[in-house]
């Protein structure tokens, strides 16, 4: 079930009451939204012993082995047992660390998410992946598990920074170009001022009506969810490149990035079609004037085709892309040859 | 798919070659197995290169969150994608760490289970439960994931040492009490020679027929699938005080004289049926026969009633109890009063 709407406070009180038996409550934060978590707990006024609360470190420092073994300590020796429900507080990564540890507790009990981010809002929230990552490889280990319930409230916007904001947008634009038509339009215009709550309504529950309308057709991702990879391919790669030369640049500006990219490749697979061009220009435009400009990549090429190699979508040793073509004609299972790729970084 | 029968290399060799494509095949054994294994790959005359065995510890030591590790940085290092399939050639706890690395590995790969010990022939393969253990507190960590092929075969009985045999014994016990009628008899009478490989073939069979119509009908356990923790409850305390007195007890040994305990809490229940009386007679004389003695208990029943408050079948601090009253008549959810556990385990 994912709550969509303004009155958090009340929707999530309603939500508690309606739980059968007294079955106890575990939330799980970071550094950055205890506070949030704590005016959260206060407004439901539910009566949560502080023992009760847990904080881990922020955002993909946190996805690790040993903060998932503090976790199931934590709940343990608080004697969390098949009953207990862990509500998760945070942003992308947090409800990726719990709803992991959540999945994997006595081999699995409910939680629940509270995205307050844009990203984990339109993204993470909902399709039921989870994970943690293992050394510098994200999500390598993780379940498919849904969350029982998802509160998503414009709400929490105003709590965050800019490039946090863009880091959320540039999953927003992802949805755009795959849904086409009205939506595309939107995401070529610019953003709703924060204050406008009631639009960030609309334009977060089209997101995530999209997201899991393709979740819902193909829950373990052997189909129609490769979709949602689009741009994440070369935005991976450039991700976790920028911190190998330390210059590193946030997620959201890597997806942004690999999404003008991959349209470059696309252009190679189907080079004659002026809508994949003009998709192409459209989109560089649009990245260049919200994100910041990538570092340098032509000497690095092959550090690029290496972790584009070892994405996990790919099989038998083939580079498998989603690519889009138009805004709202999408299609994945791509077979791309090394070389277009490398040309397509290149130039 | 659970195969059954004498000649494992021709078996496993047919389904090997029947794999789509030229997926990798990462064989995980402990050091007890790691020659069973390295036969094995012999016998099939596979070709897998020597990285792609991987040894972990031995029994309940390889269940830890760090061998989990090691197992994910092992596949990677590998090469291992989202086609990859890990064997896991082992008992229980091999077959335990391993499904839980395949079901978290790039949130789930592909595992068969060739289970060498009578425990997991009979218990651990079958049903699709993985776990690891959280400090002393076991199969904390886990989740239910199938393996898509299991391959059981009375081969491995001879490589077992009698402690580990009488190991599975018990299982194979609580299952004739839980079938009842003729497979209640056979538990009843002597176990056949190891070199009665057909009668070893037989009984293993309904075995695994039992636990797996028992787990289809229920796999998440809710329902049906409770009547498995049979004897487990006391069992895994007796097992766990045994480890803190220093006067440790096989699993085994644990759950066999669980089952005679657990039958006297089923009399308190149930004081005038005369059944369950003889039943109580019969366990009793025939795991006195076959098993160690447990040490004395008399003066550690708070410590035996912590762990059996603690088990993670309770719910809302009530002590639920899966209770045989009969041979075939078994019921789970029982609530069953302190006072009375503590009365039973007392005289």
Same mark, same amino acid.
């Given at each position: 079930?994912?709550?969509?709407?303004?009155?958090?406070?009340?929707?999530?009180?309603? /939500?508690?009451?309606?739980?059968?038996?007294?079955?106890?409550?575990?939330?799980?934060?970071?550094?950055?939204? #205890?506070?949030?978590?704590?005016?959260?707990?206060?407004?439901?006024?539910?009566?949560?012993?502080?023992?009760?609360?847990?904080?881990?470190?922020?955002?993909?420092?946190?996805?690790?082995?040993?903060?998932?073994?503090?976790?199931?300590?934590?709940?343990?020796?608080?004697?969390?047992?098949?009953?207990?429900?862990?509500?998760?507080?945070?942003?992308?990564?947090?409800?990726?660390?719990?709803?992991?540890?959540?999945?994997?507790?006595?081999?699995?009990?409910?939680?629940?998410?509270?995205?307050?981010?844009?990203?984990? +809002?339109? @993204?993470?929230?909902?399709?039921?992946?989870?994970?943690?990552?293992?050394?510098?490889?994200?999500?390598?280990?993780?379940?498919?598990?849904?969350?029982?319930?998802?509160?998503?409230?414009?709400?929490?916007?105003?709590?965050?920074?800019?490039?946090?904001?863009?880091?959320?947008?540039?999953?927003?634009?992802? *949805?755009?170009?795959?849904?086409?038509?009205?939506?595309?339009?939107?995401?070529?215009?610019?953003?709703? /001022?924060?204050? @406008?709550?009631?639009?960030?309504?609309?334009?977060?529950?089209?997101?995530?009506?999209?997201?899991?309308?393709?979740?819902?057709?193909?829950?373990?991702?052997?189909? @129609?969810?490769?979709?949602?990879?689009?741009? *994440?391919?070369?935005? *991976?790669?450039?991700?976790?490149?920028? #911190?190998?030369?330390?210059?590193?640049?946030?997620?959201?500006?890597?997806?942004?990035?690999?999404?003008?990219?991959?349209?470059?490749?696309?252009?190679?697979?189907?080079?004659?079609?002026?809508?994949?061009?003009?998709?192409?220009?459209?989109?560089? +435009?649009?990245?260049?004037?919200?994100? @910041?400009?990538?570092?340098?990549?032509?000497?690095?090429?092959?550090?690029?085709?290496?972790?584009?190699?070892?994405?996990?979508?790919?099989?038998? *040793?083939?580079?498998?892309?989603?690519? /889009?073509?138009?805004?709202?004609?999408?299609?994945?299972?791509?077979?791309?040859?090394?070389?277009?790729?490398?040309?397509?970084?290149?130039?």
């Amino acid at each position: 079930m994912i709550w969509t709407g303004l009155d958090i406070a009340t929707a999530l009180s309603d /939500a508690l009451e309606k739980r059968p038996g007294s079955s106890p409550v575990y939330f799980l934060c970071s550094a950055n939204t #205890h506070s949030l978590c704590l005016s959260l707990i206060e407004m439901v006024e539910i009566n949560v012993p502080s023992s009760h609360v847990f904080v881990v470190p922020d955002g993909e420092n946190a996805k690790t082995l040993s903060t998932c073994e503090s976790i199931y300590l934590w709940m343990q020796s608080a004697g969390a047992l098949r009953n207990a429900l862990l509500i998760n507080v945070g942003g992308g990564a947090l409800c990726d660390v719990g709803g992991f540890c959540a999945a994997t507790y006595l081999r699995g009990i409910a939680f629940w998410n509270i995205p307050t981010t844009l990203l984990a +809002m339109v @993204d993470a929230s909902v399709g039921g992946k989870n994970g943690i990552n293992l050394l510098h490889h994200k999500n390598y280990i993780g379940t498919f598990q849904q969350p029982e319930k998802v509160f998503v409230s414009p709400h929490w916007l105003s709590t965050l920074s800019h490039p946090e904001l863009l880091s959320g947008w540039a999953e927003v634009i992802k *949805h755009g170009i795959i849904a086409g038509g009205k939506h595309f339009q939107q995401v070529m215009k610019p953003r709703p /001022a924060i204050s @406008d709550q009631q639009a960030w309504l609309g334009l977060i529950e089209w997101n995530i009506k999209l997201k899991a309308r393709i979740v819902e057709s193909d829950f373990i991702e052997k189909g @129609d969810r490769k979709l949602l990879n689009l741009g *994440h391919t070369v935005g *991976h790669a450039l991700e976790s490149w920028s #911190h190998d030369v330390k210059l590193p640049i946030s997620h959201g500006c890597a997806v942004a990035w690999g999404l003008v990219y991959e349209t470059k490749i696309a252009i190679k697979v189907s080079p004659n079609r002026a809508e994949t061009q003009r998709l192409y220009e459209d989109l560089k +435009m649009l990245v260049k004037s919200i994100y @910041d400009p990538i570092p340098r990549i032509e000497g690095d090429i092959a550090v690029l085709m290496n972790y584009i190699q070892a994405d996990k979508k790919n099989e038998h *040793h083939a580079l498998l892309f989603s690519l /889009a073509f138009a805004p709202g004609d999408c299609h994945y299972n791509i077979n791309i040859d090394a070389e277009a790729v490398v040309q397509a970084l290149n130039g």
